[in-house]
């Protein structure tokens, strides 16, 4: 994906987290609505969270550096005019410079403004899937190309930077296939943690689903279940159990 497709993606679910805080601002009962696919948080809780992040990555690119999470607390006002407010004004920020321009972030590896066009652009759009979620109504679905790029996202960043020994083991592998998109991955689990390739080979245990579908599960969103598996399934509970961010 480039540029563009990030930008106009985070725009887009932006939007719709706006009108979903706006609605619960309406009937407050909303807010206490439960998130099946974020542990203990409420609604309430997951807006905040957003909110958060957009205020954390906009102070961080303006400062050149890490600005402590703990230092951003919330406005006096409203959560969801928080939320409007936080996302506007990470927007304008992006908007206002190119991908390649400089900018911190907390992989050491990419240390420009593409880093957060591509991370932002997921994680409004894994919350908005989470936001609807916690509404009882089927999620809009994520489109085939973000979800494969965001499985490649959680291997390319996460598993290196924050579990780069998670998931070890003795040789076991999972196999991975989208159904609707280009996207395999064979992780094979080592002592040291799990290597992954996107590549197709006969594996201990493979999961065959929509791109969205592997999404939210590698993420933790829907289980195995929802999957057509074959082998060893219990290796995918497991993933589900020790790979957490």
Not at 51 to 71: L, Q
Request: charged share 25%; aromatic share 10%.
């Amino acid at each position: 994906m480039n540029a563009t497709g990030y930008a106009e993606l985070r725009a887009a679910e932006g939007a719709r987290l706006n009108e979903i805080a706006a609605e619960a601002e309406r009937s407050p009962y909303m807010w206490a609505r439960r998130v099946p696919s974020c542990g203990d948080w409420t609604l309430e809780a997951l807006i905040e969270h957003c909110a958060t992040v957009w205020t954390f990555v906009r102070s961080s690119i303006t400062a050149g550096t890490r600005v402590d999470p703990a230092t951003i607390t919330r406005p006096p006002g409203s959560v969801s005019q928080w939320h409007a407010d936080a996302f506007e004004s990470l927007t304008g920020l992006m908007t206002g410079r190119a991908p390649d321009a400089e900018a911190w972030s907390w992989d050491p590896e990419q240390q420009s403004m593409s880093f957060w066009w591509r991370r932002m652009a997921h994680e409004s759009t894994m919350h908005r899937w989470d936001a609807e979620a916690a509404l009882g109504i089927t999620p809009a679905p994520i489109a085939p190309e973000l979800a494969v790029d965001g499985v490649n996202e959680l291997f390319d960043v996460y598993v290196r930077l924050r579990l780069p020994d998670g998931f070890a083991g003795n040789g076991e592998t999972v196999h991975l296939h989208a159904t609707d998109a280009d996207g395999e991955w064979v992780i094979t689990r080592t002592p040291d943690g799990m290597q992954v390739e996107r590549a197709h080979a006969k594996s201990d245990v493979a999961a065959r689903g929509s791109a969205q579908d592997l999404l939210l599960f590698v993420w933790g969103r829907i289980g195995p279940e929802q999957l057509e598996t074959f082998g060893r399934t219990d290796l995918l509970d497991e993933w589900q159990r020790d790979v957490r961010f």
